[in-house]
């Protein structure tokens, strides 16, 4: 089966930089891809990794190592407006679906 | 108007009572997705569909029913609702898997609390 893991919180300062892992075990993997929620929103997209290596946008960067089943988010200038619960998740079965991490609460604080 | 539309936003139920929920796009993708989310769960797959004809189920599909009445809808239903089917419920779209992203478009959500 697949499974995705993720810490359950993380806390940082406004400025500050912080990393989320996401680590991965998946049958056809296809691609990583990372989702912000802010309290009784809707997710929304962020970042997608399809191959190895670092994809910038913003503040925002996402990194793949395919061959360790691991991946993280980075966020740099943190700003209040970023706390929120972060997810990695796996496009798997050859692209077929779409299986999320339990999610990562970011608390940015002053 | 949003792209993907769920409908209702909240509900209120008693167990055993059957429910619908709708989900509406103008996006004009073939795939589409129900999710369920609880809290420290993130979200799980209960079913989706790749076009009108196609129904796949997913991680957690008992006690669900899915209906691709169009390219554009989507519906859940749940047949005998039972209280721990009390979730916040999300429908997405998006591109064929040849489009190279990641990208899950959701609706804004379905709050529904069976009593």
């Known amino acids: 089966g697949q499974s995705l893991e993720q810490p359950s919180e993380v806390t940082a300062v406004e400025g500050a930089i912080v990393q989320i892992n996401c680590t991965y075990q998946t049958s056809g993997f296809y691609g990583l891809s990372w989702y912000q929620q802010h309290d009784g929103g809707a997710p929304t997209f962020l970042s997608y990794?399809?191959?190895?290596g670092l994809e910038e946008t913003g503040r925002f960067s996402s990194f793949l190592s395919r061959s360790d089943s691991y991946g993280y988010l980075l966020l740099q200038e943190l700003q209040m407006k970023d706390s929120a619960s972060y997810f990695c998740a796996v496009r798997e079965n050859y692209g077929q679906n779409f299986v999320f991490g339990p999610g990562t609460r970011l608390s940015v604080l002053p | 108007d949003a792209d993907v539309t769920q409908t209702p936003r909240n509900r209120i139920t008693k167990t055993g009572k059957r429910i619908m929920l709708e989900c509406s796009q103008t996006?004009?993708?073939?795939?589409m997705y129900w999710y369920r989310q609880d809290p420290g769960l993130g979200l799980r797959l209960i079913y989706y569909s790749f076009d009108v004809k196609d129904i796949n189920k997913g991680e957690i599909s008992d006690g669900y029913s899915v209906s691709r009445q169009a390219q554009a809808k989507f519906s859940l239903s749940l047949e005998s609702a039972i209280p721990n089917q009390t979730a916040l419920y999300f429908c997405?779209?998006?591109?064929?898997?040849?489009?190279?992203?990641?990208?899950?478009?959701f609706g804004e959500g379905s709050r529904l609390t069976v009593l």
């Open positions: 996006k004009g993708h073939d795939r």
């Open positions: 997405a779209t998006s591109d064929p898997s040849w489009v190279n992203t990641g990208e899950l478009f």
């Open positions: 990794n399809g191959l190895d």
